[in-house]
């Protein structure tokens, strides 16, 4: 389950990257404390499934994209 959070986690990282954007837009995004969006980044605590839809939505990206090559 480890691999799969951190996979995740290098995928929004990544794709943030790509766009430009930082902890701080997630912060904004999700409404969630520094430190957790931190851990979420980090792969030590898991994204919620409604967090990921919305940094996705948010993003102009399909959500399943964070999911791919995740095996």
Do not use: N, Y
């Amino acid at each position: 389950m480890t691999a799969t959070r951190e996979h995740i986690a290098a995928e929004v990282r990544a794709e943030l990257a790509r766009q430009g954007k930082g902890r701080a837009f997630l912060v904004e995004l999700l409404d969630l404390d520094p430190s957790t969006v931190s851990g979420r980044l980090s792969g030590k605590s898991a994204f919620r499934g409604e967090e990921l839809l919305a940094i996705a939505e948010a993003l102009g990206v399909s959500a399943s994209q964070f999911l791919e090559r995740v095996a």
